[in-house]
């Protein structure tokens, strides 16, 4: 167990629909990060907060967008989904200085029909 | 551009046997950080060791090994008496500051199959 928690972790919804996706980082951690792995992508960096602020871009689409409260848990909202979207979706927590390791969370799966 | 190669996608190993996993990487920067992660069917991302761009020493972590090559741009890991639980997909990993501070980019992965 890694310490960080993702829900669900399972969510099946259909197109055009909007999803939350929520993490609780590791105690005590203050960077929390987003990543996608579909079959044909990869594992692909989504976008990092670090103490509350946007702190690193990826590849993440306009559609989708992320924020991290003041008690660090975060949330990626996904929006207008199409079939494409379909991933499962990590959540990870570091310390945040370069040195660390991110700890994962064991994902929430998401199938859009 | 930073990236990662991995160009082994898939793997057989014999139990108790050792493995390397090879890994590439291309970055311009000094500072880097050079992770490995193991995920297993159940889908989950394991932390399995770590390389600074500036240890002089491979790191070690129990069985895994980290055969670091600076100047090839290498990071291959070594797995030694491979068990069956180690059958997996393995990613190697790059924290990358120079791109965007904290940004890690992942390889494509290996999968590793042990075989009794």
């Known amino acids: 167990d890694s310490g960080v928690t993702q829900t669900p972790k399972h969510l099946i919804t259909a197109t055009g629909q909007r999803v939350t996706l929520r993490c609780s980082p590791r105690?005590?951690?203050?960077?929390v990060y987003w990543y996608q792995q579909s079959l044909d992508q990869g594992l692909q960096f989504l976008i990092q907060y670090y103490n509350g602020e946007e702190r690193a871009k990826g590849n993440i689409l306009e559609r989708f967008s992320a924020q991290q409260f003041p008690d660090l848990h975060s949330e990626l909202n996904l929006s207008s989904l199409e079939l494409g979207d379909s991933a499962l979706y990590f959540c990870a927590s570091s310390e945040g200085g370069e040195d660390n390791e991110q700890f994962f969370g064991p994902g929430t799966r998401l199938t859009v029909l | 551009a930073q990236k990662i190669t991995q160009t082994q996608p898939g793997m057989f190993v014999q139990e108790k046997e050792a493995v390397t996993l090879d890994c590439t990487y291309d970055?311009?920067?000094?500072?880097?950080?050079l992770f490995w992660y193991k995920q297993p069917s159940s889908g989950e991302m394991i932390f399995l060791i770590y390389q600074g761009s500036y240890d002089e020493q491979n790191a070690t972590e129990g069985r895994y090994s980290l055969n670091f090559q600076k100047a090839r741009k290498s990071a291959n890991l070594v797995i030694s008496a491979s068990q069956l639980g180690d059958s997996a997909m393995y990613f190697c990993?790059?924290?990358?500051?120079?791109?965007?501070?904290?940004?890690?980019?992942f390889g494509p992965g290996t999968s590793l199959s042990v075989i009794p």
């Open positions: 105690s005590g951690d203050l960077s």
């Open positions: 970055t311009s920067d000094q500072s880097y950080g």
């Open positions: 990993a790059m924290r990358a500051p120079k791109t965007s501070y904290d940004k890690v980019i």
